[in-house]
């Protein structure tokens, strides 16, 4: 099945995640696109006439390959996992991804030190090993119920070889702000009179 890249409102990145999610509900085009997943676009011509128009022009191999890989890891997620529903049925999306395994473990789905041994897994490497170890990284956020929202992810991606240290911190902080919310908040001082008594 191949989708044209229209010019409707929102970012070229949403219009494709919305295409993808269409266009994944036909078993051919999914079983396509699934095939695709951890592999290059160079080694995945079933997915050419399904991703190649929503490329930009003359695109840089990171951005590429972030098209690509959205398209594979959203085909490759589990029919009972949110995300093939409605848009009224799913639920809201984390931020990231580092706001994403924050909400497995607040759910109780995986576990802080797992969790946070992924993150920092993925935070630490460049491109090629960041393709290598995010289809495993999503299945197990798949798997706990998470939606991930692939727009940021699809962006992140696409910069991941030039911002890798800013995304990186994103995602971290993104994880311990999330995981203890309650730090977050500055509790109410007393206000003191000049002689040191509360008022």
């Not at 070229?12 to 994944?24: D, G, M, P, S, T």
């Not at 995986?110 to 995010?134: F, P, W």
């Not at 692939?150 to 991941?160: F, G, Q, V």
Request: glycine share 8%; with cysteine; proline share 8%.
């Amino acid at each position: 099945m191949t989708i044209r890249a229209t010019s409707a409102e929102g970012s070229r990145e949403a219009r494709f995640v919305a295409a993808i999610q269409r266009v994944i509900r036909d078993p051919g085009t999914r079983a396509a696109l699934r095939r695709g997943i951890g592999r290059p676009p160079g080694r995945a011509p079933q997915m050419h006439a399904v991703v190649a128009p929503w490329l930009p022009g003359d695109p840089q191999p990171a951005v590429e390959r972030a098209y690509y890989a959205v398209a594979a890891l959203m085909a490759h997620q589990p029919r009972t996992s949110a995300g093939f529903g409605t848009d009224a049925e799913e639920p809201e999306a984390s931020p990231n991804l580092g706001a994403s395994f924050a909400e497995a473990v607040r759910t109780g789905r995986m576990r802080e030190d797992t969790s946070a041994a992924r993150l920092h897994l993925l935070c630490r490497q460049g491109v090629d090993g960041l393709h290598r170890h995010l289809p495993r990284a999503v299945t197990q956020l798949q798997v706990a119920g998470v939606r991930i929202a692939w727009e940021r992810l699809l962006k992140d991606l696409a910069t991941w070889d030039r911002d890798r240290d800013e995304i990186a911190k994103r995602w971290l902080q993104s994880y311990y702000r999330q995981l203890h919310p309650d730090r977050n908040s500055t509790p109410t001082a007393a206000v003191s009179s000049p002689e040191g008594e509360p008022q």
